[in-house]
T-cell receptor
């Protein structure tokens, strides 16, 4: 069964460093998303991406964040200068239409020290 | 703005007993509603969804949910729980634009032998 994959599973970084979280969505999907879940809190929407551009972003998704689909398979989330409060589980998701269910990856746990 | 409330943070149920998880949403139009399950260290797996039509929807793993517009609810049920149902359950509503998901805070289910 097709699935969304994410790498790495766990990333530890120093405050101020740049990190890139990688996702491989399901191959025929066209809509891509990033969410995050701070420990003990609810899952929060960050950004959605379609047709090589951002279709919606939340207030969390400020200038420190960017997304990219560098090739036909990967979808990345970059945090330019990490803060302690960026520590969270980051989930990638994809769907094949704008109204279909989203399939989630297993997540990347980001720890900022 | 859309929102989701899951009133129960924790529920403990005996194996073989029935389970009901509550979900209330706030959304101006007809919502798209979802239930996801998250096992420890895993991503979010879709249990079931409601877009339109029959208000009682069947999902995977023996779960069902009922959409009640008058109560703004989408409660999840299972007639007889198994130890493997121990997990965290999230209710979510889809937005009208970009289809971002807004999640509730989750309900953690513990299953007693």
């Amino acid at each position: 069964e097709p699935e969304v994959t994410q790498t790495p599973s766990h990333q530890v970084t120093q405050m101020g460093q740049e990190v890139i979280l990688r996702c491989v969505p399901i191959s025929n999907h066209l809509y891509f998303y990033w969410y995050r879940q701070i420990l003990g809190q609810k899952v929060e929407f960050l950004v959605s991406f379609y047709n090589n551009e951002i279709s919606e972003k939340s207030e969390i998704f400020d200038d420190q964040f960017s997304v990219e689909r560098p090739d036909g398979s990967n979808f990345t989330l970059k945090i330019r200068s990490t803060k302690l409060e960026d520590s969270a589980m980051y989930f990638c998701a994809s769907s094949d239409t704008s109204e279909a269910e989203q399939f989630f990856g297993p997540g990347t746990r980001l720890t900022v020290l | 703005a859309q929102s989701v409330t899951q009133p129960d943070i924790h529920i403990t149920v005996s194996e073989g007993a029935s389970l009901e998880l509550r979900c209330n949403y706030s959304y101006g139009a007809t919502p798209y509603l979802f239930w996801y399950v998250q096992s420890p260290g895993q991503g979010l797996q879709l249990l079931l969804k409601y877009f339109s039509g029959d208000t009682l929807v069947q999902g995977i793993k023996g779960f069902e949910a009922e959409f009640k517009r008058s109560q703004s609810s989408f409660n999840l049920r299972k007639p007889s729980v198994h130890w493997s149902d121990a997990a965290e359950y999230f209710c979510a509503v889809a937005g009208a634009a970009g289809n971002k998901l807004t999640f509730g805070g989750g309900t953690r289910v513990l299953v007693k032998p």
